[in-house]
């Protein structure tokens, strides 16, 4: 049973960085995809970052790009989330996720609507305020 665990959310001054962790248990995370969501109060779901290792490759939501950075040790079944220059808007929980992606597929989208993510952790809290 896949398993995911959220820390490192906190009260930030806007302008300020934070780090999320996901560590993941219950799979081998070489074969997984793993992404970063968030949700505001009153709003959807938003795709934050993604990890593809099945794709080699990163990807970012519009509003986070170029301030926040994915990575992941498949070692330690662990991703991050490094959130720069960071805004009120930014205001979230933030929420990590698996999905199953063996293989190799160059330039497959790794937020896709044909291939959803399905292993959510609880998530953490990240507060943006002065």
């Known amino acids: 049973q896949v398993r995911l665990v959220e820390s490192g959310g906190d009260l930030v001054q806007p302008g300020g960085s934070l780090r999320l962790s996901c560590v993941a248990s219950?799979?081998?995370?070489?074969?997984?995809?793993i992404a970063w969501f968030r949700q505001a109060p009153g709003k959807e779901r938003e795709e934050v970052a993604c990890f593809s290792n099945s794709g080699r490759d990163t990807s970012y939501g519009n509003s986070v790009k170029g301030r926040f950075s994915i990575s992941a040790d498949n070692g330690k079944n662990t991703a991050y989330l490094q959130m720069n220059n960071l805004k009120p808007e930014d205001a979230a929980v933030y929420f990590c996720?698996?999905?199953?992606?063996?293989?190799?597929?160059?330039?497959?989208?790794?937020?896709?609507?044909?291939?959803?993510?399905?292993?959510w952790g609880q998530g953490t809290q990240v507060t943006v305020s002065s």
């Open positions: 996720a698996t999905k199953y992606s063996p293989g190799y597929y160059p330039g497959r989208p790794c937020f896709s609507p044909d291939r959803q993510f399905d292993s």
């Open positions: 219950g799979l081998t995370l070489d074969y997984f995809d």
